[in-house]
């Protein structure tokens, strides 16, 4: 089955830096990859996603890219703001097999200011 | 508004108590799912239905009982449960459990069994 691993764990970064998160997935007919950020004591709430025809997507401050050949995506957030320290999960659609999100474990996001 | 409300936000109970997590959704989704979130660790996929049918259940222990009575609603009942079931039980919903689509989750139910 489908095997999504999260890096780094955890993740500190000044206000106005970049931050840029990583998973890997195993199974190379995923075809969907949403991004969940999930602040303290609420939520996962979706911030972006991807399919496989593409490779990179936009949405304002963050962006995800894919390379399917590596299989692997990215979390790329811009110009980070206080309000950006969550903890940040990728996931993984399969078209085979069981077909439900599997999750990384999840990166603990903190901005400084 | 959420559109996924879970209900209780809090719940502590012991190992001998029996106990019920409640969801609704008001999105019109016809798919519902149980997850558990435990301290780092992946979220964990319990139950999934769809139009109140189970379609999965992801090898979760018999003392977790869900019931979807219709597709607005989901329960999680508890009984003689372990202090490692502790943890954030989210539930969540979706246009379709085959479709890869968002999932829009609840605040979650944080579990403190003693």
């Known amino acids: 089955g489908e095997n999504v691993e999260q890096h780094p764990s955890t993740l500190s970064v000044q206000e106005g830096d970049s931050a840029v998160i990583k998973c890997t997935y195993s199974?190379?007919?995923?075809?969907?990859f949403p991004w969940y950020k999930q602040e303290l004591g609420k939520r996962p709430q979706l911030i972006i996603d991807?399919?496989?025809?593409?490779g990179e997507k936009k949405d304002q401050r963050i962006a995800v890219t894919l390379n399917k050949t590596a299989k692997h995506f990215s979390l790329h957030i811009t110009e980070t703001q206080p309000e950006d320290s969550a903890v940040y999960f990728c996931?993984?659609?399969?078209?085979?097999?069981?077909?439900?999100?599997?999750f990384g474990q999840g990166t603990r996001l903190t901005i400084n200011p | 508004e959420t559109g996924v409300t879970q209900t209780p936000r809090h719940l502590v109970m012991g190992m001998t108590n029996k106990k019920s997590l409640k969801c609704e959704q008001h999105?019109?989704?016809?798919?519902m799912y149980w997850y558990k979130q435990s301290a780092k660790k992946p979220l964990e996929l319990m139950f999934v239905?769809?139009?109140?049918?189970?379609?999965e259940n992801n090898s979760v222990p018999s003392r977790f009982s869900p019931e979807c009575p219709n597709s607005s609603h989901l329960f999680l009942h508890l009984h003689t449960l372990q202090p490692e079931d502790s943890a954030l039980y989210l539930c969540?919903?979706?246009?379709?459990?085959?479709?890869?689509?968002?999932?829009?989750f609840g605040n979650g139910t944080r579990l403190t069994v003693t």
């Open positions: 969540a919903s979706s246009q379709s459990h085959r479709s890869n689509s968002p999932l829009h």
């Open positions: 199974d190379s007919a995923s075809n969907y």
């Open positions: 999105l019109g989704h016809n798919a």
């Open positions: 996931a993984a659609y399969p078209l085979q097999g069981a077909q439900k999100l599997v």
């Open positions: 991807i399919r496989s025809n593409v």
């Open positions: 239905y769809s139009l109140e049918e189970r379609v």
